[in-house]
């Protein structure tokens, strides 16, 4: 079942219209997974940040454990593939990440470049994510994070060339996270396949936009729930003015 899910999400990759990108939405439990299923988007993509401060963790500072738990209650709720950003693989195996990610329930994962604010190595990363595509075969999407431009490396050519090294080692997509929109033109006509690119809630170009400038895909990081949590806040605040006024 998962494998279907993966070939159903890879081809969501493929043959779209430069204005129609791929819009997933990132849930951060199920509760949030079964609103943006039920509001027809046809596939989701967990982020990171975003679990972690559902979970009452910093961003970064979530167990594995706690991780993979809070993806399968995400995937076990909705009816729709899930992609899971687990963040640099917890050092785990590449055996063991697939089969934990394969357990979850996902079809797809994200898996950065970088470690304790620095950078990996390219060739060695290219390696480590070859041998996850060994280990997953067509059962996982492999999205390549490249974080070139979040650790100050603000050169284009880096990042093309990390991708095309990850694209080479069998990634599905890569995510030139925090490129600014300027560039996005120049990153996709160096880069092979789908690109992934964050689009933050009320603010820049739409999806829409992001797409005729390049992107493959879109998502949004922690910015949803962040997004949700800043209503909640105003919510309480009025409950509380109403309970003191």
Same mark, same amino acid.
């Given at each position: ?31 949030? +997974? ?17 679990? %972690?401060?559902?979970?009452?963790? %910093?961003?970064? %500072? #979530?167990?594995?454990? !706690? ?28 055996? =063991?990440?697939? !089969? ?11 898996? =950065? ?9 390219? +060739? ?19 999205? +390549?994070?490249?974080? #070139? ?8 050519? @880096? ?18 996270? +925090? @490129? ?18 964050? @689009? ?30 800043? @209503?909640?806040? !105003?919510? %309480? ?9």
């Amino acid at each position: 079942m998962v494998t279907a899910g993966a070939g159903l999400f890879r081809a969501l990759h493929h043959g779209r219209p430069p204005e129609e990108p791929l819009v997933l939405p990132g849930p951060w439990d199920a509760a949030s +997974a079964r609103v943006f299923a039920e509001a027809g988007f046809p596939a989701l993509a967990t982020p990171s940040a975003g679990v %972690a401060a559902s979970l009452g963790y %910093a961003d970064g %500072a #979530t167990p594995a454990d !706690e991780m993979f738990a809070a993806v399968a209650r995400i995937a076990r709720a909705v009816d729709v593939p899930v992609s899971a950003d687990v963040e640099g693989g917890y050092g785990l195996a590449p055996r =063991e990440l697939v !089969e934990r990610l394969l357990e979850a329930g996902a079809v797809g994962c994200n898996l =950065e470049d970088s470690a304790d604010g620095v950078l990996k190595d390219p +060739a060695e990363h290219a390696e480590w994510l070859a041998e996850v595509r060994q280990e997953a075969g067509d059962r996982l999407f492999l999205n +390549a994070r490249i974080d #070139t431009f979040v650790r100050g490396v603000d050169d284009p050519s @880096a990042a093309i060339a990390r991708a095309a090294a990850y694209v080479a080692a069998g990634a599905d997509c890569v995510y030139p996270i +925090a @490129a600014p929109v300027a560039v996005l033109p120049l990153l996709r006509a160096g880069i092979q396949g789908p690109m992934n690119v964050v @689009a933050r809630p009320g603010q820049g170009p739409s999806p829409a936009e992001l797409g005729g400038l390049g992107a493959t895909r879109v998502t949004f990081g922690p910015g949803l729930q962040r997004h949700a949590e800043g @209503a909640v806040r !105003e919510l %309480a605040r009025r409950l509380a003015d109403r309970r003191t006024g």
